[in-house]
């Protein structure tokens, strides 16, 4: 095996100075001597708003936790019943359960990789109270339907747009779509802290007011508790850095795309490899850059022999971890989740990626497809 010549992700001097600018506020926010929430804090829960459509964002620890705080601001609860996709990342489900709410997994659409209003609809239940649509990949789900779905069954409707800040439905951007919604600003993600960050956003002002009273124990004002909070507050250090990083987004996100462009160019029709597509009125911020094909261990060992890093999302669905073996489902419960777990390959993509990496990357695709299949 070969020494990682092409990490699957790398941080980058992209767009160039932009390290230098985070070096500095970095240094500043050291200096300032706030270390949780305070100025910087609310200056960039302001512009994340902003940037989101929406009236307000409050910055918590994580994307779980914004996920979580989400779900309790919207007065969600025990025997209450969550929409949520069966290939997700797991903190989408864990976060419903954290709650006390159950779980109601649905497949996803085969070629967008995102659940549809069709396939919601089949697990509705009276007991059904909100759906968590999960913007996969950075690829926007097709929000029409599953407004429409939400407003015809007076469903909370939370997008969880993690992997997709700055993608758009109809022009408009996600994350503002939902009652309520949720982010991570996971070092890796398209909008990415120096650690673990996150948020949620929304337009209700009562909301809002909740969900800045339970991230911050329930207090109203310190040491004046209203209802029993957790403790998820964005770090000032954090809050800094996404400020410098929020700027960019589009910049960086252009690239994500351009990057994607030149590999969805350059592995047209080889071998059985499946590539993303984009839903009519949706864009793709390629959070994730992800291929299928029916031999894709072979293909990351391949690739991992040339010194070529990639990922896997998701080796094991959601229903079939040991974790979620309580809800009942099986193999075979979720056939495109399945498939998707079996096939699915995640390329190196990354802004500042340079051409002599994604070329070698492409190239060596093109020889392993040539040998094997
Ligand atoms: C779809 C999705 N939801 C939620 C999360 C949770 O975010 P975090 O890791 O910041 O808790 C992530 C990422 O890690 C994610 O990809």
Redesign the pocket.
């Known amino acids: 095996m070969q020494p990682i010549a092409i990490p699957y992700f790398a941080f980058r001097d992209f767009p160039a100075g932009i390290n230098r600018e985070v070096e500095q506020v970095v240094v500043q926010a050291l200096q300032s001597n706030q270390f949780i929430l305070g100025e910087e804090v609310k200056a960039f829960e302001e512009e994340f708003a902003a940037a989101t459509q929406s009236a307000a964002a409050i910055g918590v620890g994580?994307?779980?936790d914004a996920?979580v705080v989400a779900l309790k601001a919207a007065d969600i609860g025990a025997g209450d019943e969550v929409i949520v996709p069966a290939n997700?990342?797991i903190?989408?489900v864990n976060a419903v359960v954290q709650i006390g709410a159950i779980p109601v997994l649905v497949e996803p659409d085969r070629h967008t990789y995102n659940i549809t209003a069709a396939n919601a609809a089949v697990v509705l239940t009276e007991k059904t109270k909100a759906m968590i649509p999960?913007h996969l990949y950075g690829h926007a789900c097709q929000m029409d339907g599953l407004l429409e779905l939400a407003k015809a069954h007076d469903l909370i409707l939370i997008e969880?747009f993690?992997?997709a800040q700055g993608a758009q439905y109809r022009g408009q951007v996600v994350g503002s779509f939902g009652h309520v919604s949720a982010t991570?600003?996971?070092p890796t993600k398209n909008l990415g802290a120096l650690g673990?960050g996150?948020a949620l956003v929304t337009s209700d002002p009562e909301l809002a007011a909740f969900a800045r009273m339970y991230r911050n124990y329930g207090q109203e004002q310190k040491y004046h508790n209203k209802v029993v909070g957790i403790n998820s507050r964005l770090d000032t250090l954090q809050a800094a850095v996404l400020r410098v990083k929020l700027r960019y987004l589009t910049q960086l996100n252009k690239e994500r795309q351009r990057l994607a462009q030149i590999y969805l160019q350059a592995l047209q029709g080889i071998g059985d490899l499946i590539l993303p597509t984009t839903a009519e009125g949706c864009t793709h911020v390629y959070h994730i850059f992800n291929v299928r094909t029916q031999h894709r261990d072979a293909l990351q060992l391949y690739l991992s022999e040339q010194g070529i890093q990639t990922a896997i999302h998701y080796p094991v669905s959601v229903h079939l971890q040991e974790a979620y073996t309580y809800l009942g489902y099986k193999r075979g419960s979720f056939p495109v989740t399945e498939e998707l777990a079996d096939t699915s390959l995640s390329l190196p993509l990354f802004p500042g990626m340079t051409e002599a990496e994604q070329q070698a990357v492409i190239v060596s695709i093109q020889t392993f497809f040539e040998r094997h299949a």
């Open positions: 994580n994307g779980y996920l997700t990342f903190a989408t999960v969880d993690a992997q991570s600003f996971y673990d996150g």
